[in-house]
């Protein structure tokens, strides 16, 4: 019997519900029709082992690595996909702007014909 390792070497065991970037890789290439060139995964491999040590949640790894299935492109695209779907456009309604401070810029109107273009151009006709 193996008492196991007398000097502890200072790193954890993966928890039982962490996934590792080689299980996201492998959900991406089980997804695909046919097999990427290793490169590609290698590169992916990698971005999505940086992405998960930066404490990013593996769903949103994961909802990058499904848009990346659909656009392609290069590798390098992953993580502003990633941010893509962290920061999703409309998620919290706050855009750009302050938590807790209104827009002093009034919301964009499209243009439209005045019912009463004498009144609404006077100085312009």
């Not at 290439?29 to 097999?35: E, F, H, I, L, Y």
Request: net charge negative.
């Amino acid at each position: 019997m193996d008492p196991g390792s007398f000097f502890p070497t200072g790193r954890d065991a993966p928890g039982a519900g962490s996934v590792s970037a080689n299980q996201l890789i492998g959900e991406y290439v089980a997804s695909c029709d046919r097999r990427p060139p290793e490169d590609v995964i290698g590169h992916l491999g990698r971005i999505t082992r940086k992405l998960l040590d930066e404490g990013i949640t593996p769903e949103h790894v994961r909802a990058g690595l499904r848009r990346y299935a659909e656009v392609q492109g290069h590798p390098s695209r992953l993580p502003s996909l990633v941010n893509d779907a962290m920061n999703a456009p409309g998620g919290s309604g706050a855009g750009l702007g302050r938590p807790g401070f209104g827009s002093n810029v009034p919301a964009h109107r499209a243009w439209t014909n005045p019912v009463d273009a004498s009144t609404a151009y006077a100085e312009e006709l």
